[in-house]
Structures are given as C-alpha cells and as structure tokens.
C-alpha cells in the first residue's frame, strides 16, 4: 500500500502541475483574448469598444492624476467612431455587381502596378526586392493570390484606406504616411470601383488556382509572410531587405519555424493573424486580413514544418502511459507475491 500511496501523490502533484501551475502560467504569459472573428467589421468595433472601457477604467482610477486618461479615453472614443463609419462604408458595397473587366481597367488606372505585381496576369513587378525595400522598408505583395486569401471586405477595406485597415494608425500618420495610399477613385462611384477592383482580384486568382491546381503552402506563406518573416526549417527567407526591414518595422520580425511549438496555444496563431493588435497592443505587425480557410492552411503549414514530428511523439506519449500503467499493475501484483510468501 506504501508504493500505492507514493504513485497516488506522485499523479496528484503532476495533475496540479498540468492542469492548475501550467495553465495559470500560461495566462499571465499570453492574456486571454477573444476568439478570431473574420467579420472584421465586427471585431474592429468589438475591440474598438473593449480598449474604451479599458481607457475609461483607467480614467475612473487616476482621473485625480491630471487629464492624461481623459485624452486617451477621448482618442480611445474617436478611434471605435473612425471604425465603424469606417466599416458602414465598406459594408455598403454590393460586392455581388463587381465587373473583372472594369476592375483590370481600374487597377491600371489607379496606378496599382507602380507597387505591385500580377505574375498570373502576366504583369511582374515594375520593380525588384531591392529597390521596393529601399524605397518602402518593405516588398509589396504579388496578388495573384490575393482573391482567393484574403477576406472580400477585407480586400476593399485595405484598397480604400490602408492603415485603418491593417491598424497601423498608431504607427503612421500624415507626418509618417503608410507606403501605401489610399484610394479616392479615379472618377466614378467609389464603391463601383473597389468591387470592380475586387471582382478582378478574384478572377485572377480563380484562374491562378485552376492553373496551379490550388494555393500551395509555399505560395501562400510567401503571399501572406514571407515579406517580412523567415521560416528556416523550409529554406524560405524574408524577401525584403533586413536592414530595411528593421528600420521599417523597429526590429526584424522572427523567425516562424518554431513559432507552432512556442506561440500556439489558446489558439494564439489564429488570434495573431486575424488580429495583432488584440494580442500585441502597439505592435508593428499588420494586420494580415487572411480568410478563415487560409488561416487555417497557414498554420497547418507551420505545423508541418515546425513540428512535423507531433503526431509521432503524442503517439509515443500515449503508448508510453499505458506501457507504464500496465508496468505498474504487474509490479504491484508481483510485489504482492513476493511479500505474501515472505509472510
């Protein structure tokens, strides 16, 4: 019964460690964050609001102090006001009328080839890795796959006003413009024009997906990351400069090879990307817009690559509890045995 007692107390302590020391940890390193939410109209005002009730508690506990909460309690007000005017805006566009035609006309007009390239549409960047990171501190995303990743409102969102979208306000202003500007149109109906835009983008990427049968991971992690994080573990390297980089964003992103196993759990990843701000307030990390099945892709990649070894080593974990529970039983049972003899 001794050994009994002591394996009793052995399982207690290691279920406390699990299931109570652990988690506890884990929620002073990562704080709880809402789930992702791809209605990014509704989760920038859901957040909006949260980070107002944040700066009106902080306001009611050092109002005394002097009227430093007071204006960030009032900026906190006029940014969840800039969203959803910002958001009604866009919810206003009858994606479902968008014209490819018209939009390919729309893109070239408004410039877009300036920065970016169309390899499926048979229109590569007008300029390399080298002269984009010198000029912008990073390279612009080819968009052949850009329909298809990226959610549709998300798409027009980051075309109509980019740093709302993305939420990089807080790093860009009219002193410090965004590399990318907005777009006012090019003399039509504004709203007529993202969807066109839009419309195009999908087409693009529709043809893009019959002709390379789907998205790869490689292509969507080059698409979605690659402009600004490595991932060692499958040999693909930022494509932008790192210098560049760096003063771009105040310091080179990490490496994402092992970002599955550090960064992964309450679903921490999908958070990140659906929305940096929520996880990292003040970061320089944009937001990356992904839709849900591409979010889901993105991280099956980094698992994959990251830690390719999981299904294996759980595998192990479980034969190895029930090998030594069985140890177990035939040892007690053995032990009996032998003292009963003895007796």
């Known amino acids: 019964m001794k050994e009994l007692k002591i394996f009793a107390i052995v399982v207690f302590l290691s279920g406390v ?3 109570g020391i652990e988690p506890y940890a884990h929620s002073k390193l990562h704080v709880h964050t809402s789930e992702a939410d791809f209605d990014y109209s509704k989760a920038d005002e859901a957040q909006a609001n949260h980070v107002i009730q944040a ?10 102090t002097g ?6 309690a009032a900026k906190a007000e006029a940014s969840l006001n800039e969203y959803v005017t910002f958001w009604n805006e866009i919810k206003a566009i009858d994606f479902t009328k968008g014209d490819a035609k018209r939009g390919a006309e729309t893109f070239l007009a408004a410039g877009c080839t300036g920065c970016h390239g169309i390899e499926a549409a048979d229109m590569p ?4 890795a080298a002269t984009t990171s010198a000029s912008f501190g990073v390279v612009p995303p080819d968009l052949s796959t850009s329909g298809s990743i990226y959610d549709e409102k998300f798409l027009a969102a ?8 993305v939420k990089l306000s807080h790093k860009f202003n009219d002193e410090k413009p965004f590399p990318m500007l907005p777009f006012f ?8 024009e993202l969807a066109d835009i839009v419309a195009y983008l999908k087409s693009v990427s529709e043809q893009y997906k019959k002709d390379n049968n789907g998205i790869s991971d490689a292509k969507l992690f080059e698409d979605a990351c690659q402009r600004c994080h490595d991932n060692k573990y499958d040999n693909k390297y930022t494509l932008t400069n790192r ?3 760096a003063a771009y964003m105040g310091s080179n992103p990490p490496d994402l090879s092992m970002m599955i196993r ?9 958070k990140l990307i659906n929305d940096p701000q929520k996880v990292l307030a003040g970061t320089s990390m944009p937001r990356v817009g992904l839709n849900k099945e591409s979010t889901d892709q993105l991280i099956n990649y980094l698992e994959k690559t990251g830690d390719s070894k999981k299904a294996q080593r759980e595998s192990v974990g479980y034969g190895s509890m029930i090998y030594f529970l069985i140890f177990g039983i035939f040892a007690w049972l053995w032990k009996r045995k032998v003292w009963s003899e003895l007796h």
């Not at 009106?56 to 506990?61: C, T, Y």
């Not at 550090?262 to 999908?270: H, Q």
């Open 262 to 270: 550090a960064k992964n759990s309450d679903n921490y990843l999908e």
């Open 185 to 192: 149109g090019t003399g039509g109906d504004i709203n007529v």
């Open 17 to 19: 460690l699990y299931w």
């Open 125 to 128: 960047a007008t300029m390399d």
């Open 55 to 64: 700066k009106k508690a902080a306001l009611a506990a050092i109002e005394a």
């Open 243 to 245: 210098i560049d980089l």
């Open 158 to 165: 980051v075309i109509k006003n980019p740093t709302l979208a």
């Open 67 to 72: 009227d430093k909460a007071k204006i960030e």
